[in-house]
């Protein structure tokens, strides 16, 4: 068990660039959440897979923000036409067995948007 | 709707001393709660949770919690306060949807140990 892994730690851009990032969840987890946490606020939803299956996404998800798991493993969120909003901690979990079983989180990619 | 509120963004207690920090949620339907830790540029690392079985839970490093329907609240504490407990803490409260667990959190609370 390695844990959640989320690459980059850090990704600094600037405004109207876009960005990718990427989740390893724990191997066997088939489910997997990505939150957005800024500062000082705890992390908020934004969407939820089970497999490949992109199950829920928040209302948080605009237009610019797509995430896929393609093969119900890794999970890419992207990021597009970068806006000064967009800088916050963006935080990958995964868990596995009954929905209500507790969510282990990566380390996080903290973004800033110059 | 579900939501948290964490009394006191910021909680100071002495080196031995007793932690406490309080936890409400409201939810149309049984919750399901968590607490969690994070360390400064770390994710959330799971402290206990509560899925509807014993009211008091146990979690790590010597910390526990108590659901208590009547006051709707899951308050954390540990009896004995250590350096190392200096962090932020959530609360959370799990909403089962599509087959998932979508967590809403609390704002944290930042725990500090003084000598």
């Known amino acids: 068990d390695t844990g959640v892994s989320q690459n980059p730690r850090h990704k600094i851009t600037k405004r109207g660039q876009n960005v990718t990032f990427r989740c390893d969840p724990i191997?066997?987890?088939?489910?997997l959440y990505w939150y957005r946490q800024t500062l000082g606020q705890g992390p908020e939803f934004l969407t939820y897979f089970q497999n490949e299956a992109q199950l829920e996404k928040s209302r948080l998800l605009s237009d610019r923000f797509s995430a896929e798991r393609p093969k119900g493993s890794f999970s890419t969120l992207e990021i597009q036409r970068t806006e000064q909003g967009d800088s916050a901690m963006y935080l990958c979990?995964?868990?596995?067995?009954?929905?209500?079983?507790?969510?282990?989180f990566g380390d996080g990619t903290r973004l800033s948007i110059l | 709707a579900q939501s948290v509120t964490q009394l006191g963004s910021h909680v100071s207690v002495s080196e031995g001393a007793l932690v406490l920090l309080r936890c409400n949620y409201s939810s149309s339907v049984p919750p399901y709660l968590f607490w969690y830790v994070q360390y400064p540029n770390q994710g959330l690392q799971l402290l206990l949770k509560?899925?509807?079985?014993?009211?008091l839970v146990k979690g790590i490093n010597g910390f526990e919690a108590e659901f208590k329907k009547s006051e709707t609240s899951f308050h954390l504490t540990k009896p004995s306060a250590h350096m190392s407990d200096a962090a932020e803490y959530f609360c959370a409260v799990g909403l089962l949807t599509g087959g998932g667990n979508k967590l809403t959190f609390g704002t944290g609370t930042q725990l500090k140990v003084e000598l």
């Open positions: 509560y899925t509807s079985a014993a009211t």
């Open positions: 191997s066997e987890h088939n489910r």
């Open positions: 979990a995964s868990s596995f067995g009954q929905s209500n079983q507790p969510q282990h």
